[in-house]
């Protein structure tokens, strides 16, 4: 398992990845869905929050559920008392040591990086 910071310096956004097997166990979109329908309660809700698709959605949150050791996210059919999404005690406490790492490794990055853009020959750093 390895952890990735991908910065772009054009647009001013960092991205944090754990990866495992070349496959992501958890990164920004992953955990941009367990905000979604811990929010929401609801997988159809959170896809079009983000603008996914149900069936992408489901997918993400079935890969997420089986890289762990346990589901992070537990659902309930619908019918007449409704379905429903949950993040479970170890999806609450994935997204919130995600979301600390990703915070620390951002402040780390942030600090040191306009000194390195700033040692990049001028036509790099416009591109």
Do not use: C
């Amino acid at each position: 398992m390895k952890a990735t910071l991908r910065s772009k310096s054009h647009d001013g956004t960092t991205q944090f990845r754990i990866e495992l097997n070349h496959s992501v166990a958890i990164g920004p979109g992953k955990a941009d869905i367990l905000e979604a329908v811990q929010e929401t309660g609801s997988l159809a809700e959170a896809a079009r929050r983000l603008g996914m698709s149900y069936q992408r959605v489901w997918v993400l949150v079935g890969a997420m559920n089986q890289d762990f050791v346990q589901p992070l996210v537990q659902t309930q059919r619908g019918g007449a008392s409704r379905g429903g999404a949950s993040l479970t005690d170890t999806g609450q406490q994935v997204l919130k040591l995600y979301r600390e790492s990703e915070n620390a490794a951002m402040k780390a990055i942030n600090k040191r990086l306009p000194a390195l853009i700033a040692l990049l020959h001028p036509r790099v750093r416009s591109e």
